[in-house]
């Protein structure tokens, strides 16, 4: 943590000038990039750099939001990062360690999740609260107040793991917070915010309120709660490659060397799938037929296989 000029020092309250919350951000954005980018180096500097996280294990998530929260302050989104990178650590390299972790800092975030209805309005269950502390926005005190959005990537978190652990209760955490951010809402009773997310919401008073925000964090989300094909996925190989493709991936199998998968889309047109740690340019095979990587096709000398498919194709990577 640094001390911005113009703010008041947030780390003083704190006995380390770190978090999990601020560190895991910073990992979880190096390994969403290396997986995007497929570099090797990358990659393993990711992992290492993840694997210093233990030093929070077992502890409470704290100080994703620094730019207005203390250092301190127990936070919904140190939960979700943590989540997240731990995921993505499980999902490059199979370790069990890894998932272990993923599974303990999802736990951490349910105490945020209001599980029982605090008021008898009909919008409650299932509301995040943001952070157990104070801010220095104009609150000042956050206890029990939900800020959604802060819910929300929790829950996009969820929605990736669940997978790894469909015994816990993941999925329903997620369609719940999901719901709750519709719910949230701007209705079209008020034209110039109708669709945005309210910063937070009061419970009390059933409203939404504070600044207009973008919708992102619900649209993305809902997506999944109403059955639909993610907007976004990604399938990692242990060792690579790294799939990236606008839809689900599925039916994911490795033999001998050779990966297959199927993408399932979501655009009605042509869409590109992104093949990434390819050490070297493969053989493709698109529903059983030998495809040349040519035009529309293109494979990148820094590893990267881009392929313009339609519908529901079966890929196969042959090294």
């Given at each position: 943590?640094r001390?911005?000029?113009?703010k008041?020092?947030?780390?003083?309250?704190?006995?380390?000038?770190?978090?999990?919350?601020?560190?895991a951000?910073?990992?979880?954005?190096?390994?969403?990039?290396?997986?995007?980018?497929?570099?090797?180096?990358?990659?393993r500097?990711?992992?290492?750099?993840?694997?210093a996280?233990?030093?929070?294990?077992?502890?409470v998530?704290?100080?994703a939001?620094?730019?207005?929260?203390?250092?301190?302050?127990?936070d919904?989104?140190?939960?979700?990062?943590?989540?997240?990178?731990?995921?993505?650590?499980?999902?490059?390299?199979?370790?069990?360690?890894?998932?272990?972790?993923?599974?303990?800092?999802?736990?951490?975030?349910?105490?945020?999740v209001?599980?029982?209805?605090?008021?008898?309005?009909?919008?409650?269950?299932?509301?995040?609260?943001?952070?157990?502390?104070?801010?220095?926005?104009?609150?000042?005190?956050?206890?029990?107040?939900?800020?959604?959005?802060?819910?929300?990537?929790?829950?996009?978190?969820?929605?990736r793991?669940?997978?790894?652990?469909?015994?816990?209760?993941w999925?329903?955490?997620?369609?719940?917070?999901?719901?709750?951010?519709?719910?949230?809402?701007?209705?079209?009773?008020?034209?110039?915010?109708?669709?945005?997310?309210?910063?937070?919401?009061?419970?009390?008073?059933?409203?939404?309120?504070?600044?207009?925000?973008?919708?992102?964090?619900v649209?993305?989300?809902?997506?999944r709660?109403?059955?639909q094909?993610?907007?976004?996925?990604?399938?990692?190989?242990?060792?690579?490659?790294?799939?990236?493709?606008?839809?689900?991936?599925?039916?994911?199998?490795?033999?001998?060397?050779?990966?297959?998968?199927?993408?399932r889309?979501?655009?009605?047109?042509?869409?590109h799938v992104?093949?990434?740690?390819?050490?070297?340019?493969?053989?493709?095979?698109?529903?059983?037929?030998?495809?040349?990587?040519?035009?529309?096709?293109?494979?990148?000398?820094?590893?990267?296989?881009?392929?313009?498919?339609?519908?529901?194709?079966r890929?196969?990577?042959?090294?």
């Amino acid at each position: 943590y640094r001390k911005a000029k113009d703010k008041p020092d947030y780390g003083s309250t704190h006995v380390a000038p770190d978090s999990s919350g601020l560190t895991a951000q910073v990992v979880k954005s190096v390994l969403e990039g290396a997986v995007f980018c497929g570099d090797a180096e990358l990659i393993r500097e990711g992992l290492r750099v993840l694997r210093a996280l233990d030093t929070f294990a077992g502890t409470v998530p704290r100080g994703a939001q620094t730019w207005e929260v203390p250092l301190h302050t127990p936070d919904v989104l140190a939960s979700a990062h943590m989540l997240r990178a731990y995921t993505l650590g499980y999902e490059l390299t199979g370790e069990a360690h890894f998932l272990d972790q993923a599974r303990y800092w999802a736990w951490t975030g349910v105490p945020f999740v209001y599980l029982v209805n605090p008021t008898t309005g009909k919008v409650g269950p299932y509301s995040t609260i943001a952070v157990y502390g104070a801010t220095n926005w104009r609150a000042p005190v956050w206890f029990g107040r939900p800020v959604q959005w802060c819910g929300l990537v929790y829950a996009d978190a969820l929605y990736r793991f669940e997978r790894h652990d469909p015994d816990g209760p993941w999925r329903r955490l997620a369609d719940g917070i999901t719901a709750a951010g519709i719910q949230h809402t701007w209705k079209q009773d008020d034209r110039d915010r109708q669709g945005l997310l309210p910063d937070f919401f009061h419970l009390r008073d059933q409203r939404p309120d504070g600044p207009a925000i973008n919708p992102g964090t619900v649209q993305a989300n809902a997506v999944r709660l109403y059955g639909q094909r993610p907007v976004y996925a990604f399938r990692a190989f242990v060792g690579g490659p790294y799939v990236h493709a606008p839809g689900a991936i599925d039916e994911a199998k490795e033999e001998g060397g050779t990966v297959s998968f199927r993408v399932r889309g979501w655009p009605t047109h042509a869409y590109h799938v992104l093949v990434s740690g390819l050490k070297r340019q493969p053989k493709v095979r698109i529903d059983g037929a030998d495809t040349p990587v040519a035009e529309p096709h293109e494979y990148l000398p820094a590893g990267n296989l881009v392929l313009k498919v339609r519908g529901e194709p079966r890929i196969e990577i042959i090294p």
